[in-house]
């Protein structure tokens, strides 16, 4: 029993990644995806990978579930109880608008004011009691709100972060009136300050804790009646991995699980082909999501904007997302222009080719007509042996008819959108971080991605782009290779010159004793572990803090120093005299799983690869392509544009004045001519 699998649940289809152990070749599956339980989605995955229950050690899981329930709101009915005065916290924010210009926006929260609720109490930011917890009121409330169609109750106090007696007493007197009742404290999400980022966090997690609960019971039930009695292990936003048992506790830890998986896979696979500054490109069939890679470290961003005023205070890998996917539907606005997204037609009904009910055109039709993706081999697809290109032809021809283009020039006019948006994200994302994409590779992937790669490429002028091996499931591949990881965090907001050495070893040592305890119970193959300490800081009276890696033997005095140094690097120049104040001290705990290396190098075979067939593809016009199966395709070839690649999970198109070769570890490594 030692074969491991990833399996990333997406919005279009689900991907599995298997590696058998025993010297045995990976295998990769693609099947739909099935909104109406993801669950079964994955266990179709299964079905379809061919492994017997009993040969798999691991399962090994990313999931688009909470990240849809917050963007469609679909989570749970949720009350938020919180200090008097403080009502209306998620809609007050940071005062921040919703566009720029102009003072027209709409603010949807995840809970309603009418399920937003006061009760008299107070803490100051040490936890020193100002007014006691009324819990007569809070008995009548809860009392009220036991007749009310609840699934959820989210707690949060006033300075909760420094003393969170009232949010648990709250808490006890909640249950004791409904035992069925989900409820969550702020204190227990994030132990930090920043009372609006707190509440929101909070409110994250109730709003998706009951479905994520729902989800875990139907995925254990359906596994376990499969006869799969391996542990599975769910993939966080920061990178780590959790166990199925936990996951409802932690529901506002996955929200953007796949995405994170993605870029950890990219980030070791370049790395090992020697390219230290990535930026990774994953469009699947409703989104593209990138990220920037410096030195294989994937960034992690301390707070994350969901929505519009729904901020995420807990460590998520720093990903971009714009709605621009395989799925994206293309259409024309109010001004009779064509765009594309950030409308997808999803899994169901789908794009038209699909033949699953879609009547609108796609960016998959687009690429069907242009005979970029080859009608013979629907990949992932079981409802259809061929796809559906006379009617996807039909639909495109509809919608060009209105601005006088043909069937084919709006799927070029389609695929030239989507590519700009794409490029023009990726370029701005590295500009914003103070970097020139073309001193980065392009490492791209998911089941859209190698189709537009060469374009976003030639768009923003990045050198060289790296495919690989199974560029159409490397967010299952990141699952499968992931680590375990747990975060944690407390406010401090007292100056150095105040805190005593002994406080701080004692915080920093209570925090790392809390991770190790929780990767005790987490997975049975962890090798070592790893413990990181960071500390927030910032010179007295200013509101952003830097990032200071510590150790757990620093005294606040050698703190204070690391973070004068920091700011020295990032600002050129600390005021030497103006006193430091320590943020907040956090700890992650890495449990590192023992795994092998995921790309072998392998015998190298100098020559120019032999095409299996060639057929007419559209670029500007009609050209006789090479294409190339992706198994026949051997370390040390190399071949030029145009050309098709496919393979079991994806079809990637090189355009024409590029040329590509493969590397020791099956990486292809495409470069303009």
């Not at 670029?619 to 992706?630: A, K």
Request: glycine share 10%; charged share 20%; aromatic share 4%.
């Amino acid at each position: 029993m030692s074969a491991i699998v990833g399996i990333d649940v997406g919005g279009t289809f689900t991907d599995l990644y298997l590696s058998p152990g025993g010297g045995q070749p990976d295998r990769v599956v693609k099947v739909p995806s099935t909104p109406d339980d993801p669950s079964r989605g994955l266990a179709d995955a299964l079905e379809a990978s061919g492994v017997a229950p009993g040969e798999l050690s691991l399962i090994l899981h990313g999931t688009t579930i909470a990240t849809n329930a917050v963007i469609e709101r679909k989570g749970a009915r949720v009350a938020l109880i919180t200090t008097e005065g403080f009502r209306d916290i998620l809609e007050l924010g940071r005062r921040d608008r919703q566009r720029s210009y102009g003072l027209t926006g709409a603010h949807n929260p995840l809970i309603p004011r009418s399920q937003r609720w006061e009760v008299a109490e107070r803490m100051d930011h040490e936890g020193n009691v100002v007014t006691p917890l009324d819990e007569e009121a809070v008995r009548a409330l809860a009392s009220a709100l036991a007749r009310m169609e609840l699934e959820a109750v989210v707690v949060s106090y006033l300075h909760s972060y420094a003393n969170p007696e009232h949010e648990r007493r709250t808490a006890e007197i909640l249950r004791a009136a409904r035992n069925d009742w989900q409820v969550v404290i702020s204190s227990d999400v994030v132990r930090e300050y920043y009372e609006f980022e707190r509440t929101s966090t909070a409110t994250v997690q109730a709003y998706l804790q009951p479905l994520v609960s729902r989800y875990a019971e139907r995925l254990q039930s359906r596994l376990a009646d499969g006869g799969y009695s391996a542990q599975t292990l769910v993939m966080q936003s920061n990178g780590g991995l959790v166990p199925l048992a936990t996951l409802p506790e932690r529901a506002a830890n996955i929200v953007r699980s796949g995405p994170a998986a993605g870029v950890m896979a990219a980030a070791r696979l370049a790395s090992e082909a020697g390219f230290n500054k990535i930026i990774t490109g994953d469009m699947g069939g409703t989104s593209y999501d990138v990220a920037v890679v410096v030195d294989g470290q994937p960034p992690v961003a301390e707070t994350t904007e969901l929505d519009f005023r729904i901020p995420l205070r807990l460590p998520m890998i720093d990903v971009h997302t714009i709605g621009a996917g395989g799925g994206s539907i293309a259409s024309l606005d109010r001004g009779g222009m064509l765009k594309v997204g950030p409308e997808s037609a999803g899994a169901v009904p789908g794009p038209v080719c699909f033949g699953r009910g879609g009547t609108r055109p796609t960016v998959a039709d687009a690429n069907a007509v242009l005979a970029r993706i080859n009608p013979e081999n629907p990949i992932g697809l079981k409802n259809i042996d061929r796809l559906d290109v006379d009617t996807a032809r039909k639909a495109l021809g509809e919608l060009g008819a209105q601005i006088g283009l043909d069937a084919e020039e709006t799927a070029l006019a389609i695929l030239t959108l989507v590519n700009h948006t794409m490029a023009g994200r990726t370029r701005l994302l590295t500009v914003e971080q103070g970097h020139d994409p073309r001193d980065f590779a392009l490492v791209i992937f998911g089941g859209a991605g190698p189709l537009h790669g060469a374009a976003i490429m030639r768009e923003v002028g990045i050198k060289t782009m790296l495919l690989p091996p199974h560029p159409g499931v490397q967010c299952a591949l990141g699952c499968a290779i992931a680590d375990i990881r747990y975060d944690m965090s407390l406010t401090v907001e007292r100056p150095t010159a105040e805190i005593d050495a002994a406080w701080t070893a004692a915080a920093l040592k209570s925090q790392r004793e809390e991770g190790e305890r929780k990767l005790a119970i987490s997975a049975n193959d962890i090798e070592r572990s790893l413990v990181e300490h960071v500390a927030l800081m910032s010179f007295a009276g200013q509101i952003h803090s830097l990032r200071v890696p510590i150790q757990a033997d620093w005294s606040p005095e050698r703190m204070a120093e690391g973070f004068r140094e920091v700011y020295a690097r990032e600002n050129g120049d600390a005021p030497g005299d103006l006193p430091v104040t320590l943020v907040s001290l956090k700890t992650t705990v890495h449990g590192e799983r023992n795994r092998g290396g995921t790309t072998p190098a392998q015998e190298l075979s100098p020559g120019e690869a032999v095409p299996q067939a060639y057929r007419k593809v559209r670029f500007e016009s009609w050209l006789d392509t090479p294409i190339y199966q992706r198994e026949f395709l051997k370390p040390g070839q190399h071949f030029s544009g145009p050309a098709i690649i496919e393979q079991a999970d994806t079809t990637t198109v090189i355009e024409p004045d590029m040329v590509a070769r493969v590397d020791v570890a099956g990486n292809i490594l495409v470069e303009m001519a």
